[in-house]
């Protein structure tokens, strides 16, 4: 049972436009939501993470939005920039605890 | 320098064989994970390590054991590889009580033949 979900395997958009990549869960115990960028051949790297006291989290050109009411996240990438071409992972949980990982999205920004 | 570094990064090996993959981190966290990522590219958690506390994932079999001879190392022992453990496998650390995030190595790529 997927408690962590990305309905979309694969992104592409066109570089300087805005990458949006999507995540629902369904454990309504979780409080905690991370981002996590991966190369290939490298492990995950942390991008960006928020917690359910809040609704949005911006770094730089990332923002992370969160909807509990929908159990929905999104992550928000402006402008994308080729360099951004990853598997793009979520990851949640209660806070403090082990997280769960999503399949993951491949996101592919075209010059 | 590296932060979470782990040896080999590829292994080949034949099924029945035992084998182990090493972990150190540097950052001086008191938590460490193992991480399997199958086929299907999930990231799934097999153990978490702190200090005197291990929590295994109950879908591992007992074929893998961790092993941690000091807070900086969680090794990974797998006894009668099988096919099925031909996997990516990722170490990881983190501080918990603060934000908790995960700190990975590269990945040691499993095959059993």
């Known amino acids: 049972d997927q408690q962590v979900k990305q309905n979309s395997p694969s992104l592409s958009v066109q570089e300087g436009r805005i990458s949006i990549l999507n995540c629902d869960y369904t454990n309504s115990m979780f409080d905690y939501f991370l981002w996590y960028k991966k190369y290939p051949a490298e492990g995950p790297t942390f991008l960006i993470s928020?917690?359910?006291?809040?609704d949005k989290n911006e770094d730089g050109r990332f923002t992370v939005f969160l909807n509990k009411s929908a159990k929905h996240l999104s992550l928000h990438i402006v402008p994308s920039q080729p360099g951004d071409s990853a598997v793009y992972f979520c990851a949640a949980g209660p806070y403090g605890q082990n997280f769960v990982f999503g399949p993951g999205t491949r996101l592919s920004v075209l010059p | 320098d590296t932060a979470v570094s782990q040896t080999p990064k590829y292994l080949v090996t034949q099924m029945g064989n035992d084998k182990s993959i090493k972990c150190e981190q540097n950052?001086?966290?008191?938590?460490m994970y193992w991480y399997k990522q199958d086929s299907k590219k999930f990231l799934k958690i097999m153990f978490s390590y702190n200090n005197k506390e291990l929590i295994i994932n109950e879908t591992v079999p007992n074929r893998f054991s961790p092993k941690s001879p000091d807070k900086a190392h969680l090794n990974l022992h797998i006894n009668s590889l099988e096919l099925g453990d031909s996997a990516v496998y990722f170490c990881a650390s983190s501080q918990r009580g603060v934000t908790g995030e995960l700190f990975f190595g590269e990945g040691s790529r499993l095959t059993v033949l």
């Open positions: 950052l001086g966290h008191d938590t």
């Open positions: 928020i917690s359910s006291i809040k």
